[in-house]
């Protein structure tokens, strides 16, 4: 089963960027569907966007379209969450995960009971 570890949150003030990053072990990078999901205090935790390691097929959230890329480097195994034009919305606990390359391709791919591995979670909070 794939390992993931997530980094790069932070606080940022409202209109700022940050970059996750997550690390995934080797064994069963290929064929995967890679995604992020965050969950704010008191919320359920929701998919923001979504890879396909083998072509880079990408997915996203509405709310995160145009602000959020998501993007991997497949020879480090690394796949990264570009967020710009944050919102203090967008503060939440942020997750990588993976899953069969199938979900990405789905028309819910942020049921999070489709996904099979998860990462620790990186902290992101936007100020206004």
């Known amino acids: 089963q794939v390992q993931l570890v997530e980094s790069g949150g932070g606080s940022v003030q409202a209109g700022g960027s940050l970059r996750l990053s997550c690390a995934a072990s080797r064994y069963d990078y290929n064929n995967n569907c890679m995604g992020w999901f965050r969950q704010p205090p008191g919320k359920e935790r929701e998919g923001v966007a979504y890879i396909v390691t083998v072509n880079s097929f990408t997915n996203y959230a509405d709310s995160v379209k145009g602000r959020f890329t998501i993007s991997q480097d497949y020879a480090k195994t690394t796949v990264y969450l570009q967020m710009n034009g944050l919102k203090p919305e967008d503060t939440a606990m942020y997750y990588c995960?993976?899953?069969?390359?199938?979900?990405?391709?789905?028309?819910?791919?942020?049921?999070?009971?489709?996904?099979?591995?998860w990462g620790q979670g990186t902290q992101v909070t936007v100020s206004s």
């Open positions: 995960a993976a899953a069969n390359r199938r979900v990405c391709y789905s028309g819910s791919p942020g049921n999070t009971e489709n996904w099979n591995a």
